[in-house]
């Protein structure tokens, strides 16, 4: 049954097997509005609304590819804050900060020399994998608001093969770093959480809702590296490595619930898997499905369909 004869009242039970083959990315919020023989059109107009695609000009405004503007109007200026932006440069330092924290934590006598080059080696290893994050998930954020702005999504300053020589760059930049400035292990971990962030988290994200614990893995491992690079890689099963991990494991659980809440709109935009959605998408399955069972049950007892009522929803907007 088409939208349209949806809208023109044909058809109360078929409007309900219809609402239950929306596919999960279109049920993200609340429970299904309620309806009656006279109303049910408009509410249903309402509700098909919430989950509809954006208004057109907030299309081009989000789509729009504005024109590559001339290599020679380009400064080193908006070069530096372009890849600033691939980097993620704040989240960098956050990251950087967690290591760094985790050499000291470990109370050995102080190597300048070792502390920085783990600090620069995190540092680049998680510039390499936030370029390729962004790199894989350009059509997705051009759906989002908040990333409708990011340099691959408008590649004014800079495309996608200039961004793949910056990962690289970056990447084999602080292996190298890590490998000849601290030890073995602490690369090992630089490295591996490029994979880790990269591959495993950016490939679960629009797929399930495990690439949150994916995630938290990926915040862990920094702290660990400093505890190793002040050890010299013989500290990773130490219980304080294990503490350490431990607390940012789990602090990325509220940081990260938060986050996915605060933009569950424009997450669900952009095809994203996040465990906020999944009891409402549940809520209205199992709707259905007690709606249907009501439905038999009248029929069969031989009662005309009375109008049925549901608690009323309302359309999530953002401000």
Known sequence: MTTSRLLRGEGTRSLYNTLARYNRSSLQYGALPYYNQSSHSRHLKQYLQCFSSKPEAEK??????PAAQDDQ???????????????????????VSTSSFGFLAAATPISYSTLIAASLGTALCSSSASTLNQIFEQDRDSRMKRTAQRPLVTKQIMGTSGAYALAATTGLTGGATLYFGTDPITTALGVGNIA?????????????????????VVGAIPPVMGYTAATNGSGLFDIEAAILGGTLFLWQFPHFFALSWMHRI????????????????????????????????????????????????FCPRES
Do not use: M
């Not at 081009?60 to 590819?65: D, R, V, Y």
């Not at 380009?74 to 956050?94: F, G, H, P």
């Not at 009248?298 to 549901?310: A, H, K, S």
């Open 60 to 65: 081009q405004e989000s789509t729009e590819i």
């Open 73 to 95: 109007g380009i400064t080193s200026k908006q070069y530096a804050k372009t890849i600033a932006e691939l980097s993620k440069a704040r989240l960098s330092a956050l990251v």
């Open 196 to 216: 880790l962030y990269a591959g495993a988290y950016t490939f679960l994200k629009p797929r399930s809702e495990w690439n949150t614990w994916v995630g938290a």
């Open 266 to 313: 424009d997450y669900a935009r952009g095809g994203f898997q996040v465990s906020n959605f999944s009891p409402p998408v549940n809520a209205i399955h199992a709707s259905i499905l007690a709606t249907e069972h009501h439905l038999s049950r009248r029929n069969n007892e031989g009662d005309p369909l009375y109008p049925i009522t549901f608690e009323p929803t």
